[in-house]
């Protein structure tokens, strides 16, 4: 197995709305904003080669929107989805597996594009097997109003119309392959799915919005997009206590700065161990 971060670009929002009922007071701390409260998100994913398959684990926001959608979310940074792929020897033909945590547009905007003339709308990855699940999806194409701006028709149909949708059946799953178990979430958003890979006799943790951030990692330190927030925490408990307890490594999706960490207990509850890139901590 072999691990590539893919970096899609940045993309900002609201620092109020990522942290909830936590003051800017202290969350500015750790999350600076600019003069309009916005903070700096990463889009990172990861390509995974495992064998004769290249699973591809979420995809950023793509780039199909127009202006006026683009204009809301700041896109900076060099990288895109393409690029980085590319960066890591491959193409999009060579995807077999894309894998989505949710459908949310800042992780599956990647999944659809048009063709040349801009007229019809298609697959990103020809040749890959789309992985949701039937209870996520289910919630996804008929939302709720709290997250219908997130669930666009256009990232989530076509997917379906182009016959590569299959559904993960369940946490126990083997279909991504003995080496990735998943785990469900659901304060974020239903059924939202965390990979968990063992790789070099460790456990690395795919966050997608569990934990959007080292900043997030405090217990009250909840999104104000999530549809369940008391559920958030006490999954966020649990999982961290379990990360803590068995040294996993967190990988980020959304935070700009830090590629991974670990976590500890402390008489504080778990906080942050260490920060780090998966090269540094596993080499080349």
């Not at 990979?195 to 900043?215: C, Q, R």
Request: glycine residues 8%; charged residues 25%; aromatic residues 12%.
């Amino acid at each position: 197995m072999k691990l590539h971060v893919i970096n899609t670009g940045n993309f900002k929002l609201d620092g109020g709305a990522m942290f909830g009922v936590v003051p800017k007071s202290i969350w500015y701390k750790t999350n600076p904003s600019d003069e309009n409260n916005m903070c700096n998100w990463a889009m990172r994913c990861l390509l995974i080669e495992d064998g004769n398959r290249l699973i591809l684990v979420d995809n950023g926001m793509g780039n199909k929107q127009d202006a006026k959608f683009f204009g809301h979310y700041y896109l900076n940074g060099n990288d895109s989805l393409d690029s980085s792929i590319k960066k890591a020897g491959f193409n999009a033909d060579d995807i077999t597996d894309m894998f989505l945590t949710h459908l949310h547009f800042d992780h599956c905007g990647g999944s659809i594009k048009y063709n040349e003339d801009r007229t019809k709308l298609g697959t990103a990855f020809k040749n890959a097997t789309y992985w949701s699940n039937a209870e996520h999806w289910e919630w996804a194409v008929k939302p709720n109003a709290r997250e219908k701006a997130s669930f666009l028709k256009e990232n989530i149909l076509p997917i379906q119309e182009s016959g590569q949708l299959k559904f993960i059946d369940g946490e126990n799953s083997t279909q991504l392959g003995a080496n990735i178990t998943l785990g469900y979430m659901r304060g974020h958003t239903d059924a939202m799915m965390l990979p968990h890979i063992k790789y070099k006799e460790k456990t690395i943790v795919f966050m997608a919005d569990l934990l959007p951030s080292t900043g997030h990692i405090p217990l009250p330190y909840v999104m104000g997009y999530d549809t369940r927030p008391l559920l958030t925490i006490t999954e966020k408990e649990n999982f961290l206590n379990t990360a803590a307890d068995n040294e996993y490594i967190l990988f980020f999706e959304h935070d700009a700065v830090n590629e991974c960490c670990t976590v500890q207990r402390t008489e504080r509850g778990v906080r942050l161990k260490n920060t780090f890139t998966l090269i540094e901590f596993f080499g080349e």
